[in-house]
């Protein structure tokens, strides 16, 4: 691997933080180890295709963190963990990981023909806005067993490595950001991570995500409140369903709850793959929000809205359905 590189990666590598969201710690996981094989090159291809992406770039680049949650549940992660600090960013789940290949080919997965809701194209849309930082180290490790694949921008360039011969670990993807050292971030670390915007990103529109979401440490989910009404789904509910007393509509082709108090009028909030959508409803009564939970919804190229569609006609159509039939059982 070249000095430049190389000197990126092991900076990435030491400012790792131990977190205290579980025993079992994925960002942890990246510990220096002794003895492996490395293989790498740059990738030409790689990097004509992250150039071809400006479609994609998001209005808001900290939302790139959104991203790399939705990419987690869409890979079938079963918990995320998100460390922010005053320099760098560090995010950790389980689930399938990314082969060399797949890393490869992370940035032609946003061609027309693609589908933009894939993991893979969430991850190469928060690279690309992730870049925008103009960082120190941008690194992607994702592996299972003894073998582990590398993704890592720098500058212009993709580089693309495979480390084998290292201990067996669980499937885990690792992103790791660091930010170029300045004064602030130097002096000030502890003040600059209180407003890192990814924080506020996540409390506002990562609250429902399905799968447990640790930041810095703290359980990330919406906490239960006296009056939420749960909607039954399918066999496998979301985090927040679990925390909740029984369905007062159960056997529902998705997930939902009725919350009181999120917004000053009635709202339906679309969770895609982690992430809340709101959307003012006149249907819902005042002071509420529906909550309506499908990862088969499609988000339009700014990743802001969602697009009006059948599937999201038909579910908003069952969604005030359930919620009328829950209202009306609530108050028997």
């Known amino acids: 691997m070249p000095t430049c590189c190389r000197r990126g990666y092991n900076l990435g590598r030491e400012s790792l933080r131990v977190s205290q969201a579980t025993s079992q710690d994925y960002i942890q996981w990246l510990r220096q180890e002794a003895d492996y094989q490395s293989s790498g090159r740059f990738s030409l291809e790689a990097?004509?295709?992250?150039?071809?992406?400006?479609?994609?770039?998001?209005?808001?680049?900290?939302?790139?963190?959104?991203?790399?949650?939705?990419?987690?549940?869409?890979?079938?992660?079963?918990?995320?963990?998100?460390?922010?600090?005053?320099?760098?960013?560090?995010?950790?789940?389980?689930?399938?990981?990314?082969?060399?290949?797949?890393?490869?080919?992370?940035?032609?997965?946003?061609?027309?023909?693609?589908?933009?809701?894939?993991?893979?194209?969430?991850l190469a849309i928060a690279l690309q806005a992730m870049k925008t930082y103009n960082p120190d180290v941008l690194i992607v490790e994702s592996g299972q067993g003894k073998t582990r694949n590398v993704l890592q921008l720098y500058e212009q360039d993709v580089w693309i490595e495979t480390r084998s011969g290292l201990r067996p670990r669980d499937a885990v993807t690792y992103i790791g950001l660091e930010h170029s050292l300045n004064l602030w971030n130097f002096c000030f670390p502890s003040i600059l991570k209180g407003t890192r915007p990814e924080l506020s990103v996540l409390r506002r529109r990562a609250l429902a995500c399905p799968i447990p979401l640790y930041l810095n440490g703290e359980d990330l989910g919406f906490p239960r409140r006296p009056g939420d009404l749960l909607l039954g789904?399918?066999?496998?509910?979301?985090?927040?369903?679990?925390?909740?007393?029984?369905?007062?509509?159960?056997?529902?082709?998705?997930?939902g709850m009725l919350r009181f108090g999120s917004y000053a009028e009635g709202a339906i909030v679309y969770v895609q793959a982690g992430v809340a959508f709101p959307e003012i409803d006149p249907q819902v009564p005042y002071g509420m929000a529906l909550y309506l939970q499908d990862d088969t919804l499609q988000r339009d190229l700014s990743h802001q809205n969602l697009v009006n569609n059948e599937a999201k006609t038909l579910l908003r159509k069952e969604g005030l359905k359930a919620m009328r039939q829950a209202l009306e059982r609530s108050r028997s």
């Not at 789904?233 to 997930?255: I, K, N, Q």
Request: charged letters at 25%; one cysteine or more.
């Open 47 to 122: 990097k004509k295709a992250l150039q071809k992406m400006q479609a994609h770039q998001l209005l808001h680049p900290a939302e790139y963190i959104l991203q790399l949650v939705s990419c987690a549940v869409m890979r079938n992660a079963t918990r995320i963990q998100i460390e922010v600090g005053g320099r760098d960013v560090r995010v950790g789940f389980d689930g399938e990981p990314f082969s060399d290949k797949d890393l490869e080919q992370i940035f032609e997965c946003c061609q027309a023909h693609r589908a933009v809701t894939a993991s893979s194209a969430h």
């Open 233 to 255: 789904g399918p066999e496998t509910p979301p985090d927040w369903a679990r925390r909740r007393p029984a369905s007062l509509v159960p056997e529902l082709p998705f997930w």
